[in-house]
């Protein structure tokens, strides 16, 4: 029996799509105010949210590949604060279904993770925001050790869990890379930002959150 479920959290709990591209253009507009012309263009909102899920100083590099890295470095910092300032005002969106889904995985006896490529800060915001924080066990960030494949391996080494006792739900190729580097079951959210050929092969697709549970005791079985 699995002890273990690990989530990613954008595009499988939580979606900013609502407010990311104004967010972005925001920060964009912030940083160009500090440093004029270093940040030319706005990338559209879906541009943006096909780079979601990889951590954030590769995304930034990718949206904008010839800025120096001063002003990488304060995109980065513009970025973390605009958006959590969305999330706390409650501009995005908690997936239908997400908190009553995770009580009641917890109250059969999973332990719930979160694994994500986010900042802590982010994280922790969205979490707050949702009065979600005492569903998951102590938060393990991309910030404290690396990478989503690391965060993933440390919750199994703090818990004492092994692969074969979890399970990761993503929406993203880097969830299905997560749970390949550590050998463990996954899940794919095929309702998130990413696309169906990222997951389809890596395991189970559920369609709605609150499909999980089943989804999960069919790989039980």
């Given at each position: 029996m699995a002890a273990l479920l690990?989530?990613?959290?954008?595009?499988?709990?939580?979606?900013?799509?609502?407010f990311l591209g104004n967010a972005y253009r925001e920060?964009?507009?912030?940083?160009?105010?500090?440093?004029?012309?270093?940040?030319?263009?706005?990338?559209p909102t879906r541009e943006i949210l096909d780079h979601i899920?990889?951590?954030?100083?590769?995304?930034?590099?990718?949206?904008?590949?010839?800025?120096?890295?001063?002003?990488?470095?304060?995109?980065?910092?513009?970025?973390?604060?605009?958006?959590?300032?969305?999330?706390?005002r409650g501009d995005g969106i908690l997936y239908a279904d997400v908190a009553e889904t995770l009580h009641l995985l917890r109250g059969r006896g999973w332990q719930l993770a979160l694994a994500s490529n986010g900042r802590t800060?982010?994280?922790?915001?969205?979490?707050?925001?949702y009065g979600l924080r005492e569903l998951f066990v102590p938060l393990v960030s991309a910030d404290m050790v690396g990478d989503k494949n690391a965060v993933l391996r440390t919750y199994l080494e703090r818990l004492g869990v092994?692969?074969?006792?979890?399970?990761?739900?993503?929406?993203?190729?880097?969830?299905?890379?997560?749970?390949?580097?550590?050998?463990?079951?996954?899940?794919?959210?095929?309702?998130?930002h990413g696309y169906r050929a990222e997951i389809e092969t890596a395991g189970p697709l559920i369609s709605r959150f609150s499909d999980l549970p089943v989804a999960i005791e069919n790989l039980r079985a």
């Amino acid at each position: 029996m699995a002890a273990l479920l690990a989530f990613d959290l954008d595009g499988v709990l939580y979606s900013s799509e609502p407010f990311l591209g104004n967010a972005y253009r925001e920060s964009v507009t912030n940083v160009n105010a500090q440093r004029p012309g270093s940040l030319p263009r706005v990338p559209p909102t879906r541009e943006i949210l096909d780079h979601i899920g990889w951590p954030v100083s590769m995304i930034l590099e990718r949206l904008f590949p010839d800025a120096d890295d001063a002003a990488i470095s304060l995109l980065h910092a513009e970025t973390l604060r605009v958006i959590c300032a969305h999330v706390a005002r409650g501009d995005g969106i908690l997936y239908a279904d997400v908190a009553e889904t995770l009580h009641l995985l917890r109250g059969r006896g999973w332990q719930l993770a979160l694994a994500s490529n986010g900042r802590t800060r982010y994280v922790e915001t969205v979490l707050g925001t949702y009065g979600l924080r005492e569903l998951f066990v102590p938060l393990v960030s991309a910030d404290m050790v690396g990478d989503k494949n690391a965060v993933l391996r440390t919750y199994l080494e703090r818990l004492g869990v092994g692969p074969t006792e979890t399970v990761m739900i993503g929406d993203r190729a880097s969830d299905v890379d997560a749970a390949r580097a550590v050998g463990c079951h996954f899940v794919g959210c095929d309702y998130g930002h990413g696309y169906r050929a990222e997951i389809e092969t890596a395991g189970p697709l559920i369609s709605r959150f609150s499909d999980l549970p089943v989804a999960i005791e069919n790989l039980r079985a």
